[in-house]
């Protein structure tokens, strides 16, 4: 087995560090992958029907800040969710203009069949890490997104739906 970190006498390259990265989205990918043949939803749909099981009347954006997404694809997840009738919307009874969504017994039965983490390996692993890492790394990969010039809206779009 490679170790995570190179030895002194590795050189570092970037076709090095680009198949690392390979490594990191091969197993999101095949971790989405298996939760999608497992149970037919995709991995966001997963982890936000896992969201409204842990929290029974949770709002439409409390939904999105645990998944720390835009509201209207937290509001996408949820519309397709409840096309599959595996969860309910409700108005709440203090302010009609907010819901409540609550899982039905077919979305339980469904994440009982989902090999975990409902969330995705990725944040999972990153809530592992210790700060200081968490800080290096963000530090890096804000460099490494200066340089690709790249779009970082889309830092709201789950890893399941890339």
Excluded: C
Excluded at 26 to 43: C, D, I, S, Y
Excluded at 100 to 120: H, N
Excluded at 146 to 158: G, V
């Amino acid at each position: 087995m490679k170790s995570a970190v190179p030895s002194s006498v590795e050189l570092v390259t970037p076709a090095r560090v680009l198949r690392r990265f390979r490594v990191v989205f091969n197993a999101v990918r095949t971790h989405f992958r298996k939760m999608e043949t497992q149970v037919g939803l995709g991995g966001a749909q997963v982890w936000a029907l896992s969201l409204i099981k842990a929290h029974p009347g949770i709002g439409m954006g409390e939904v999105a800040s645990h998944m720390d997404i835009h509201q209207s694809t937290a509001s996408n997840l949820i519309k397709a969710l409840l096309r599959k009738e595996l969860i309910r919307m409700d108005k709440a009874p203090d302010d009609r203009r907010n819901v409540q969504l609550r899982i039905l017994p077919a979305g339980t039965r469904l994440l009982k069949k989902v090999p975990g983490p409902f969330e995705g390996v990725l944040p999972q692993a990153l809530g592992n890490l210790t700060v200081e890492t968490l800080q290096r790394m963000d530090e890096d990969l804000g460099q490494l997104i200066d340089l690709l010039n790249a779009d970082e809206s889309a830092e709201e779009t789950p890893l399941a739906q890339l």
